[in-house]
Each structure stands twice: as C-alpha cells, then as structure tokens.
C-alpha cells in the first residue's frame, strides 16, 4: 500500500523542550527558508525533570506558533533519561539504531512502568493544548510492555528507526530514517558519506524519513549540508507522520469499500426458489 503513495519524506526535530527552545528556533528558521515543512517536532514533556512544557509560556506560544505553520506535535518520552548515561562507540550505536539500548528511557520498562510515564507525558501535552497523534521513544528504544501500553493510549502510531506503526492494527509500514544528527555516528562522518546513504535510501524506499537534533545547526556543514539535501529531495513530498498514517487509512478504506460500478446480482421479486 505504501507504495501506491506518491514518494514522500517525513522531516522529525527530536528534542524539543524549554532548554533546547533557542536552537530549535533557529533549526526551523533555516528549514522554513528552504521551504522544507511541515516538520514533526518530537517534544519532551519534561525534560530531565527541569521543567514542564505546560509551565513555561514562552515555549507553549513557540509551539503554537508551529502548529499554525502546519507541524506535527509528538509525544517524545516523559522525561528523556535513563538510568546511565548513553553509551558510545559503534556497539552502543547499533544498540541505540536497533533498539535494544538498554541505558534508553523505555527501553526496557515493563507494562505499568510504561504505561504511567506515558499517560504522565501525554497528560502534559494536553494540558498545555495539544493533541498529539503518535509516539516516538528516546534513542527510539522501545521495551515491548511499552509496546502493549500504547494500544491502550488514545494515539494513532508510533515510530521506531525503520518503521511507522500504526497503533490497533499493528500494521507496520517501511519507513527507514537518516539520523543526521550528535547522537548518531553521521554527524562525525564526512559529508559525501551521509549523501550515499541518503542515495542508497532514495533508489530503494518510497517512504524516507529524516531525523535532526536541535544542536545539530552548530555544526559549521549544517548548511551547507542541508542545502545539498534540499536538491536531492526535491522530488518528494514533505509531509509529517500523522499525515502519511491519515493518507494511508483513508486510501485503505477507500480499497476496502464494494465498487459502485459493479453491481451484485440480486434476485428480483418472485424469482426467490
């Protein structure tokens, strides 16, 4: 089905919360020059527990400001830590892209633990007026009671590294992401390599996704970098999550009702046996 779709990109901005505000501005300023949006922002309720998003009026009227330019708000965690600090080198790395990272915030919570930190942080988003519709962990680490503990929350998805789900049906579509940034071992990595990736994700997947941390834009390439990509994108639409989950549903539904060409042969009156 995904495939039917016309060839899309999905932009994220992970970590956005009160402490990350200024960079986070200044990333969507840049994307809104280069006229790439709408972009999900993958928000942090509360961020190590240094303060609520729901509290701080500068941060709620940035978001809403967002919303109004068309971008996604989605649910990022409770508080974004663990229980250690994250590991480094190429296995923590794999850990982190395969999502078995233990040290991740749900990476390993059984089914109430789960459930309790993301009713807290989705409570927190509502309050302050949002109604996000997917569901993205740190590090993308996800436990599967955390897994069981989303069907229970009134979201449509969630993400993991390669993958949009869509929550209920459990149906998995193909979604690989190009991590471009501090976390992951791309922002160290010259330039050309990054842009084979994105090639090699190009030729071979209709659905792309493109993941970006708020501190990414210090980085002297960031520009320079991001303006090679837009040309290399350009034949896609730049849609978020919830939009590609709500075009594909609409588009099975549509598959799924009778053809009103065709018409069943129904006997006529007095012709029943």
């Known amino acids: 089905m995904a495939a039917e779709l016309p060839r899309t990109v999905c932009i994220s901005l992970h970590e956005v919360a009160p402490a990350t505000l200024a960079d986070c501005t200044r990333t969507l300023a840049f994307l809104d020059e280069l006229h790439l949006g709408p972009i999900a922002l993958l928000v942090i309720p509360d961020l190590h527990g240094t303060g609520r998003v729901d509290r701080d009026r500068r941060f709620m009227s940035f978001i809403e400001s967002r919303i109004l330019h068309g971008d996604e708000i989605v649910l990022h965690g409770y508080r974004h830590d663990g229980s250690t600090p994250p590991g480094r080198g190429l296995r923590a790395w794999l850990a982190r892209w395969m999502g078995t990272d233990p040290r991740a915030e749900f990476a390993s919570l059984p089914f109430e633990a789960a459930r309790t930190r993301l009713l807290h942080g989705l409570a927190i988003l509502r309050t302050a007026g949002w109604q996000p519709s997917g569901f993205v962990a740190p590090d993308w680490c996800m436990s599967s009671g955390t897994c069981d503990a989303l069907e229970d929350l009134p979201l449509r998805y969630f993400s993991t590294h390669d993958a949009v789900t869509l929550l209920g049906s459990q149906q998995r579509i193909p979604a690989p992401t190009l991590t471009l940034g501090a976390h992951a071992t791309w922002g160290r990595t010259p330039g050309w390599s990054r842009m084979r990736a994105l090639a090699r994700l190009r030729a071979t997947n209709p659905i792309l996704r493109?993941?970006?941390?708020?501190?990414?834009?210090?980085?002297?390439?960031?520009?320079?970098?991001?303006?090679?990509?837009?040309?290399?994108?350009?034949?896609?639409?730049?849609?978020?999550?919830?939009?590609?989950?709500?075009?594909?549903?609409?588009?099975?539904?549509?598959?799924?009702?009778?053809?009103?060409?065709?018409?069943?042969?129904?006997?006529?009156?007095?012709?029943?046996?």
């Open 210 to 273: 493109i993941a970006l941390h708020p501190t990414d834009q210090r980085d002297p390439a960031f520009e320079r970098f991001w303006r090679h990509l837009r040309l290399r994108i350009d034949d896609r639409l730049v849609i978020t999550e919830d939009q590609l989950v709500s075009r594909l549903t609409r588009r099975a539904h549509a598959m799924s009702l009778p053809d009103p060409g065709h018409r069943s042969a129904i006997p006529r009156a007095g012709r029943f046996p």
